[in-house]
């Protein structure tokens, strides 16, 4: 069975600061995909990015970087320079290459950017 | 484009009746998946169809029913509500090959939002 930990239930930080959302998981899978999705107050949930495990490369995107060790089974995320507008539950998850697309999610990490 | 989408957004029920939600995909996408998340927590799995076939199941009772339509629309049925069926039903539609390998990441719809009381 796989199995997703966000042990960060809540995050504040004020506004410009750098703040790393902690994922680890577990699965005796070798092929799997691992993901971040946003979820602002609105409910729906917005994808942010995909993984795949034979790609360890970490990667950015403006603001955003993430960091992939799968010698840790770590997938962290990293916000640089908060704003106000990040503020959200942030979920990790993962899925197994075949079979159904299931994504087992973490429990969510509630992020607050105070101004 | 048009994203996934739900109906109805909201909905409140009493406990023994029955509820059906309904989920239309991004257009192309061909397979259709609901979760659970109860408030506080990550989204549970519940089912997830592909080509009007079911692909997966997760821990639900059988209470918990789902179809596909020939238009990859979907329904998802709750008989016998209780209390714990309180949550938001979140649908996700998504690409696969004819491999049965997705081509890419879920897309989530916004939600309904049943309360049982």
């Known amino acids: 069975a796989q199995k997703v930990t966000q042990a960060q239930t809540e995050i504040s930080v004020v506004e410009k600061e750098d703040v790393t959302l902690d994922c680890v998981y577990e699965t005796r899978d070798t092929t799997y995909y691992l993901f971040w999705y946003k979820q602002p107050p609105s409910g729906e949930l917005v994808f942010l990015i995909r993984r795949n495990s034979f790609d360890e490369q970490n990667e950015i995107s403006g603001r955003y970087s993430w960091n992939f060790q799968k010698s840790t089974s770590s997938f962290n995320f990293t916000i640089t320079a908060s704003q106000v507008v990040d503020s959200a539950v942030y979920f990790c998850?993962?899925?197994?290459?075949?079979?159904?697309?299931?994504?087992?999610f973490g429990q969510g990490t509630r992020l607050t950017i105070n101004p | 484009d048009a994203g996934v989408t739900q109906s109805p957004t909201h909905l409140i029920k009493t406990r023994g009746q029955h509820v059906t939600l309904r989920c239309s995909p991004i257009?192309?996408?061909?397979?259709v998946s609901w979760y659970q998340q109860v408030l506080g927590q990550g989204p549970q799995f519940i089912f997830q169809?592909?080509?009007?076939?079911?692909?997966g199941r997760g821990n639900f009772p059988d209470r918990f029913s789902a179809r596909q339509f020939p238009n990859y629309s979907s329904e998802l049925n709750v008989n016998a509500l209780l209390l714990g069926d309180s949550a938001l039903y979140l649908c996700?539609?998504?690409?696969?090959?004819?491999?049965?390998?997705?081509?890419?990441?879920?897309?989530f719809g916004p939600g309904t939002r049943l309360t049982v009381l």
């Open positions: 257009s192309g996408h061909k397979s």
């Open positions: 996700a539609s998504s690409a696969f090959t004819s491999g049965g390998a997705p081509v890419n990441e879920q897309f």
């Open positions: 169809y592909y080509e009007k076939e079911e692909r």
């Open positions: 998850a993962l899925s197994l290459i075949q079979g159904a697309q299931k994504l087992v």
